[in-house]
């Protein structure tokens, strides 16, 4: 692979990385799935665990800058 290859599959990658950890701490919390009768309840449910995921990262992220 040429070095320009290489550099995009890096940032790819570093992207991809970092997406799909907040899936996966998403599906372990939820227990894997998301059980709710019709897609609105659905779509409120997995914005919820989206909005706590937001909220625990804040303050890890703070506490780290207070230290």
């Keep these: 692979m040429t070095d320009r290859e290489k550099q995009g599959n890096s940032s790819r990658?570093?992207?991809?990385?970092?997406?799909?950890?907040?899936?996966?701490?998403?599906?372990?919390?939820?227990g894997n799935s998301v059980r709710c009768i019709g897609l609105a309840r659905s779509e409120v449910r997995i914005g919820f665990m989206n909005l706590v995921y937001n909220i625990r990262r804040f303050c890890a992220i703070r506490r780290v800058a207070a230290s």
């Design 13 to 30: 990658s570093k992207t991809r990385c970092r997406v799909e950890h907040v899936f996966v701490w998403m599906m372990q919390w939820s």
